[in-house]
């Protein structure tokens, strides 16, 4: 008797020790960053890091929009971030007056090419898409081309901020393709010197779309998502996405990828895979600094989990102010 119940204390010790505990869990929140109003976050990975651009907004009272630079911060785990600062202003490109919107890096031959949204001075009108280039991902960047890339007098809009919001894309054959636009999307591919285009500029139709463009592939799908209006629905922008099994198209809508921004008319995607898993990266205007409310500018960057179905369709995505559960529970 006394033997088997020093068997049954030994047999339940053992088990004790080879049980293995429940991973360990970290908890992030949103927004990313919480002591300056950020926008248009474009996350890229480079050598094991994941680089997150956004424009830095410094609106106040009325003020719709005042993004007075592009800064970068960076990070190798999603959990901490590191802030590298200002690295452009618009006024860097000597043919541009302001506003530093929606951008989008990429690297080729170890050069980093900044395609991004600007005001032209009063040379053209409107907005212009320029394009920087740095020797890091950090920056600094300087302009690349001495004018724009794409002036508002290139393409045919039905107003003059048309030419906003580029996405940049190397496709498997080594080419890269700029895609981008409000109201009307637009895209071309981009000549080895990456400051000029290969061929003529042409315009697609994707249900829905507003703005925001983002291009990525994942396995031999090719994904755009993007900023868009369903007026029946809700005034302010959604996030939408449609898929094609080339960069060109033909382009199959597939839905609605997350809601309206909380306090916000604008939403921005920039999507990426970073060390096996998926994310969505956004902006809301949810965040207050010294009494300086959300409001249509004041926005600030946050990211979720991105999960894809069996067929390559994605799961709609929630905003969380609890932002990621690492490593991922699925
Ligand atoms: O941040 C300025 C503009 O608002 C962007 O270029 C658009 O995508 C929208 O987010």
Redesign the pocket.
């Known amino acids: 008797m006394q033997r088997s119940l020093a068997a049954l204390i030994a047999i339940i010790a053992l088990a004790g020790c080879t049980s293995t505990p429940p991973p360990a869990t970290t908890q992030t929140s949103n927004p990313i960053i919480t002591n300056i109003f950020t ?2 976050p474009a996350p890229i990975v480079h050598d094991g890091r994941l680089y997150l651009y956004v ?1 830095h907004d410094e609106a106040t009272g009325d003020q719709m ?1 005042n ?1 007075t630079e592009w800064r970068v911060y960076s990070t190798d785990d999603m959990q901490t971030w590191t802030d590298h600062g200002p690295i452009m202003k618009p006024k860097d490109f000597k043919w541009a007056i302001r506003d530093a ?2 951008s989008e890096p990429i690297e080729r031959d170890g050069k980093f090419w900044l395609y991004t ?1 600007v005001e032209h001075d009063d040379t053209d009108v409107g907005k212009a898409i320029g394009v920087a280039v740095s020797d890091s991902p950090t920056g600094p960047f300087h302009d690349a081309l001495g004018h724009a890339l794409v002036a508002n007098s290139n393409t045919d809009g039905p107003h003059v901020w048309d030419d ?2 580029p996405t940049v894309f190397e496709d498997d054959d080594g080419t890269f393709w700029l895609y981008w636009g409000n109201a009307n999307l637009y895209y071309a591919p981009l000549a080895p010197d990456m400051t000029s285009f290969a061929a003529p500029i042409q315009k697609v139709d994707l249900t829905n779309f507003e ?2 463009p983002w291009l990525f592939k994942r396995d031999s799908l090719y994904y755009m998502a993007y ?1 868009g209006i369903d007026e029946a629905e809700n005034e302010n922008e959604q996030l939408y996405y449609s898929t094609a099994p080339t960069v060109t198209g033909p382009w199959t809508y597939r839905g609605k990828l997350m809601g309206p921004g909380e306090n916000s008319f ?1 939403i ?1 995607p920039g999507i990426v895979e970073f060390k096996g898993d998926w994310y969505l990266f956004y ?1 809301n205007a949810a965040l207050n600094i010294d009494g300086e409310d959300g409001a249509i500018g004041r926005r600030s960057v946050r990211a979720e989990h991105l999960y894809f179905n069996e067929d390559g369709t994605i799961q709609p995505v929630t905003a969380t102010a609890e932002g990621l559960t690492l490593p991922r529970q699925d």
């Open positions: 926008a248009d424009g929009f993004i919107w929606a949204a906003i919001d703005e925001g900023a604008t921005h902006h």
